[in-house]
């Protein structure tokens, strides 16, 4: 039964870039075609912010522009989410999640709150 | 971006009630379509695909119907564990979006 957990500061100053890790546990990434990253906030609610396919190829969400990167480790054990320039309307709780069949958010982490203040 | 609208916001049910959650997209998505139950402070959890597919170790008191761009989420019986937001999600096209959410609560 494959585990994901996200780790990474929950406080980040505004122009800063927000760092998030999601370690896979019980599995490898190569085991499954996608991984995503989404966030939530009060305001916006559900917003799916990007994917990668275990071969390195990425989807991103066009609100973000330029701003996302999402990558995999070396290790295959974790995909890391990258969010530059950010502002107070990043602050969310963000989730790692596994997608199933190429489209299906079938296994997704505890999330990770993160706020972004002085 | 396809816009996904869900009515109601709030529902307010008994335990045993049917329950009903629309969810309408702005443009045909055939029956890409998720709907997820969400609990206070947990991630949200795959309860419906392909619009009424049932997920495994879903409770057979689900179900999800529609297609093109109606659809809906039946609780046929409701059961305390059932009290949580729920939201519907499509996949049919890139970014996928999720419809803004149905809060199930205790009447």
């Known amino acids: 039964q494959v585990q994901l957990q996200e780790s990474g500061p929950g406080l980040v100053k505004p122009s800063g870039t927000l760092s998030l890790t999601c370690t896979v546990s019980?599995?490898?990434?190569?085991?499954?075609?996608?991984w995503s990253w989404v966030r939530q906030t009060p305001g916006k609610g559900l917003e799916w912010i990007g994917e990668?396919?275990?071969?390195?190829?990425?989807n991103y969400n066009p609100s973000l522009g330029s701003r996302v990167t999402i990558s995999i480790d070396q290790s295959r054990t974790q995909f890391s989410l990258k969010l530059t320039s950010v502002t107070a309307a990043d602050t969310a709780v963000y989730y790692c999640?596994?997608?199933?069949?190429?489209?299906?958010?079938?296994?997704w982490g505890p999330g990770r709150p993160v706020t972004v203040s002085s | 971006d396809i816009q996904m609208t869900q009515s109601p916001s709030t529902l307010s049910a008994s335990v045993g009630d049917r329950v009903t959650i629309t969810c309408r997209a702005s443009?045909?998505?055939?029956?890409?379509l998720a709907w997820y139950q969400q609990k206070p402070g947990k991630a949200p959890r795959l309860l419906i695909y392909?619009?009424?597919s049932l997920e495994s170790g879903v409770p057979s008191r689900f179900s999800g119907s529609g297609s093109g761009t109606e659809f809906t989420l039946t609780v046929s019986s409701l059961q305390p564990d059932d009290f949580a937001a729920y939201y519907c999600?499509?996949?049919?096209?890139?970014?996928?979006?999720f419809g803004q959410g149905t809060n199930v609560e205790i009447k």
């Open positions: 392909k619009a009424s």
């Open positions: 999640a596994r997608v199933r069949g190429s489209y299906l958010l079938d296994s």
């Open positions: 443009e045909s998505i055939n029956n890409w």
């Open positions: 990668i396919y275990h071969g390195g190829r990425t």
């Open positions: 999600q499509q996949y049919y096209g890139y970014p996928w979006t």
């Open positions: 019980g599995g490898s990434i190569s085991d499954y075609s996608w």
